[in-house]
């Protein structure tokens, strides 16, 4: 199950922990995930939806703080049931249909003045008429994330819940669908918790809501719920995976894989559990790469069921310090991003969002995007695999999170597990990052091995890393090093370093060295500083563009002088909300270490980066 020559189960008491975290069932209610919506039949639920701001979750609770969904008789008060008065004298104390509305997908922060600051339980209402295209099909509701937690509401009854704001979830409604009047509602909590994941204080803004698309997906009773095919690195003309059939049929039936241009069409059998192994070879194909991202045409054909994916092929592995894309070394010219939209502020969530983001990319000269600190849009995904641009994705993971509660780490698994059934037939996903700058004790590098272990058995054909942090190399302060047990595990060493920021000014940068033991691929995973667009001065004052540009000029020199070097990804490509930035007229709640204005405007150290990833081959 896991490659025991990587992890070791520790000696101490912390082995019961150990095997506890072994058991953990996912803490959601959900169906398994259904993948690549994007070629599936669905009806969209986007649009106006009806709220009500619930902070004392008035509808989820009676008075003695009883959940109305486990009395026996809920009630007309608990706001799932969606009631209305049946006589002038009934007494209902809320109405959907007369209260205020947001626009979905979106984030209430951005949409309503008096929600900006908002966290809390806010309820969402929306009503549709649906038959299916054929009565035996399946019907799944599902949406394409909810910030933080969703309690999902159908024709008043549970459908379930699903905790994690950035990965998507569904629920299977055929038996509770009707053809007039469905009532849907959600109670959505982006309350910050401890024991979350992420925890209580991060340096983004807390988003809350519908924030990505919501839509109806229809298939057959027996359908093709999953399936990945991936390049064997270790033989660069075989393809494996696996198809997985959901319904009464799925044992002992013939699967038909079809690739056209690669004259693939081969029928496979799924074994009695609905699935089938996948592997064939192919001489002449065209892998996915930066320069030439080819993606096929792939189409599964079962009894009842087809499905369609443009799905690349390529190899990514590491030979020492080498990253070795396709077999051949790869340097990731790479910028951060957040998932905030350049075009309207808020949340991103659209096609346009990603490709405003991927193009600033591109224009900067990258062939690498790190896309922190949680999963972004599908979009984002598509399009970089379209586009030819590698991806960096993260679960949110980040800094200093429960590493002893179970529970967290069932979150943690639950959205890692997400992500990657999600993007894992997109080439252009080459890194799968465990967590961001996480504090070394025992307990945290269990929890990340362990992730790391559940990440390599669900998708062997990537690289494993972490945003980790660097510290002095046997107290030498001039001199850094990565001092980490985590380090050991990851297939790529990343690290965020400031020196210049948070620590001296940027000539600092000059006197430092670097002794990197681990014989790894380095990577970069931040870096940079602060600036106000528009505001100038001399090179030491804070906040300056040039400031900026000095800094990124001397950090780049330094970068450069380690052996390992193989990426970077400068923190960020556009400023960004933050609740932790208050300093008036420069911060003004914006992270300002953006290359770019939140008003689109370029930097000057965005050049500087522009100009050395140009110089480089
Ligand atoms: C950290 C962190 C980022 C944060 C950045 C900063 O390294 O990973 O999330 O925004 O530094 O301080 O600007």
């Not at 910050?192 to 839509?215: A, C, F, I, Q, S």
């Not at 996480?438 to 307990?443: C, G, R």
Request: aromatic residues 12%; proline residues 5%; contains cysteine.
């Amino acid at each position: 199950m896991f490659p025991t020559s990587k992890i070791k189960p520790p000696g101490n008491g912390s082995l019961f922990l150990w095997m506890l975290l072994l058991c953990i069932p996912v803490i959601n209610a959900q169906d398994s995930l259904l993948i690549n919506t994007y070629n599936r039949p669905s009806t969209s639920l986007n649009g106006v939806w009806n709220y009500i701001v619930d902070p004392y979750e008035n509808g989820f609770y009676n008075y003695r703080l009883e959940a109305f969904e486990d009395q026996e008789d809920p009630g007309q008060n608990a706001f799932f049931t969606n009631a209305k008065p049946s006589s002038p004298s009934d007494l209902i104390e809320y109405d959907f249909d007369l209260a205020d509305s947001l626009l979905v997908p979106g984030d209430w922060n951005t949409q309503k003045e008096k929600l900006f600051y908002y966290e809390g339980s806010l309820w969402y209402k929306t009503s549709f008429d649906y038959t299916p295209a054929n009565l035996t099909n399946r019907t799944f509701l599902y949406f394409g994330a909810v910030n933080y937690q969703a309690d999902v509401y159908l024709n008043g009854q549970k459908l379930g819940k699903h905790i994690g704001g950035f990965t998507p979830f569904n629920f299977e409604i055929t038996q509770i669908l009707r053809p007039r009047d469905n009532f849907l509602i959600l109670k959505v909590d982006n309350k910050r918790v401890k024991d979350g994941v992420p925890t209580l204080n991060t340096d983004w803004w807390n988003y809350g809501g519908l924030t990505r698309e919501v839509k109806l997906i229809e298939t057959t009773a027996t359908f093709i719920a999953d399936y990945f095919l991936y390049l064997d690195a270790a033989n660069l003309e075989q393809i494996k995976g696996y198809v997985q059939l959901n319904g009464p049929a799925s044992g002992n039936h013939p699967l038909r894989l079809q690739i056209p241009e690669l004259s693939v069409d081969t029928t496979f059998f799924t074994n009695n559990l609905g699935r089938t192994e996948i592997t064939f070879t192919s001489e002449n194909m065209a892998y996915w790469s930066v320069e030439d991202p080819k993606r096929y045409q792939v189409s599964f054909s079962s009894r009842e069921d087809q499905l369609t994916d443009q799905i690349g092929f390529r190899s990514i592995s590491t030979r020492e310090d080498d990253i070795l894309l396709n077999g051949e070394p790869v340097f990731l010219k790479g910028i951060s991003i957040h998932e905030e939209s350049p075009v309207r502020g808020g949340r991103g969530n659209s096609m346009e969002d990603a490709r405003q983001l991927l193009s600033w990319a591109k224009e900067l000269g990258c062939n690498f995007v790190r896309l922190a600190h949680y999963p972004h849009n599908e979009h984002m995904v598509r399009l970089a695999d379209e586009m030819g641009m590698l991806v960096w994705e993260e679960n949110p993971v980040y800094w200093t999170i429960s590493w002893d509660n179970p529970e967290t780490y069932a979150l943690a698994a639950n959205q890692l597990t997400e992500l990657i059934a999600r993007d894992k037939n997109r080439a252009c996903v080459i890194i799968w990052s465990m967590a961001n700058e996480t504090p070394t004790s025992e307990p945290r590098t269990e929890f990340l091995s362990k992730l790391a272990a559940l990440a390599r058995t669900k998708d062997p054909s990537r690289l494993i890393s972490a945003a980790l942090e660097q510290s002095a190399y046997q107290g030498e302060s001039n001199v850094r090093t990565i001092h980490d047990a985590f380090a050991e595990v990851v297939d790529i060493l990343s690290f965020n370093q400031y020196i210049g920021w948070y620590d001296g000014l940027p000539e600092k940068a000059q006197n430092i060295s670097w002794v990197i033991e681990q014989n790894k691929p380095v990577l970069i995973s931040e870096f940079g500083g602060g600036a106000k667009q528009g505001l100038h001065g001399d090179k030491n004052t804070r906040w300056t563009e040039e400031y900026q540009e000095y800094l990124y000029e001397e950090s780049l020199k330094m970068l450069s002088s380690i052996k390992g070097l193989r990426g970077m990804s400068p923190w960020i490509l556009v400023d960004f909300r933050s609740p932790r930035r208050m300093l008036p007229k420069i911060q003004d709640g914006w992270n300002r270490k953006g290359l770019i204005s939140d008003d689109g405007k370029k930097k000057k150290a965005f050049f500087v980066l522009q100009q050395f990833y140009n110089s480089k081959d």
